[in-house]
Nanobody, 123 residues
Framework: QVSLVESGGGLVQAGGSLRLSCAAS????????MGWFRRAPGKEREFVAVIRWNGGDTYYTDSVRGRFTISRDNVKNTMYLQMNSLKPEDTAVYYC????????????????WGQGTQVTVSS
C-alpha cells in the first residue's frame, strides 16, 4: 500500500497558475499509475488527469486539456499537476490517487487516495 499527501493548493486569481504535488510514501510510486481528481462544492468527484506508471502516456478531461499538465518523478516519488490559465470553475478540492488502472478515468480503478488540497480561483 502507498500513502499519498497532496500539497500546493491555495487561492489564486483567474488566469493564474498553481502546481500541485502528490508525495508518496510506503511502496515506490513507480509501481502505480497515478491520477488527479477533484470535487467542486455541491458536485460529484470528477476525473482530471491520469499518467501511466512510466510517464509515457497521459490523458486529460476536456475541460482542462491544454491548460493542465500532469507529470511524475519516480526518483522523487512525487507526481505533479501544473495548472495554468485557471478559471473560477476549477475551484475544488484536488485529490491524487494511485492504482493499477485500465482507463484511469474512474475513481473505482484506484486503490489509494490522498486527503486532498483546496484550490480556489477568484474571478
Amino acid at each position: 500500500q502507498v500513502s499519498l499527501v497532496e500539497s500546493g493548493g491555495g487561492l489564486v486569481q483567474a488566469g493564474g497558475s498553481l502546481r500541485l504535488s502528490c508525495a508518496a510514501s510506503g511502496r515506490a510510486l513507480r509501481y502505480y499509475d497515478m491520477g488527479w481528481f477533484r470535487r467542486a462544492p455541491g458536485k460529484e468527484r470528477e476525473f482530471v488527469a491520469v499518467i501511466r506508471w512510466n510517464g509515457g502516456d497521459t490523458y486529460y478531461t476536456d475541460s482542462v486539456r491544454g491548460r493542465f499538465t500532469i507529470s511524475r518523478d519516480n526518483v522523487k516519488n512525487t507526481m505533479y499537476l501544473q495548472m495554468n490559465s485557471l478559471k473560477p470553475e476549477d475551484t475544488a478540492v484536488y485529490y491524487c490517487a494511485a492504482g493499477d488502472v485500465v482507463s484511469g478515468t474512474t475513481a473505482r480503478e484506484y486503490d489509494s487516495w490522498g486527503q486532498g488540497t483546496q484550490v480556489t480561483v477568484s474571478s
